[in-house]
């Protein structure tokens, strides 16, 4: 199984980013997915959740109004787009699969490998 991200990059303190996430290895659409973030000396934090058909969609406090999370069950992908970033929004992104909205929170089966997002002017 592999979940490989990537998308992230330097950008401006309000500018937007998409991330991607291609899984394979796996039946992708039977794991919810989700995106978790580790910033420089921070834990890592779950970001957002979505569910196996991407009809439900969960988002941390900080993340509401601001990104997105999608997924495309025909290209074994998941994404996150982020708008309006901050510079508190720099951290390494994580994607991740589990069996179900419990696992995906707590203890996900499945990691990607993560990609870095700078925040910066």
């Known amino acids: 199984v592999q979940l490989q991200a990537f998308g992230g990059g330097l950008v401006q303190p309000g500018g937007s980013l998409s991330l991607s996430c291609a899984a394979s290895?796996?039946?992708?659409?039977?794991?919810?997915m989700a995106w978790y973030r580790q910033a420089p000396g921070k834990e890592r934090v779950l970001v957002a959740v979505?569910?196996?058909?991407?009809?439900?969609?969960n988002l941390a406090d900080f993340a509401k109004g601001r990104f997105t999370i999608s997924r495309d069950n025909d290209k074994n992908t998941v994404y996150l787009r982020m708008n309006s970033l901050r510079p508190e929004d720099t951290a390494i992104y994580f994607c991740?699969?589990?069996?179900?909205?419990?696992?995906?929170?707590?203890?996900?089966?499945?990691w990607g490998q993560g990609t870095l997002v700078t925040v910066s002017s």
């Open positions: 290895g796996l039946t992708f659409s039977n794991y919810y």
């Open positions: 979505t569910n196996t058909g991407g009809g439900w969609r």
């Open positions: 991740a699969a589990g069996d179900n909205t419990i696992a995906v929170r707590n203890r996900p089966r499945y």
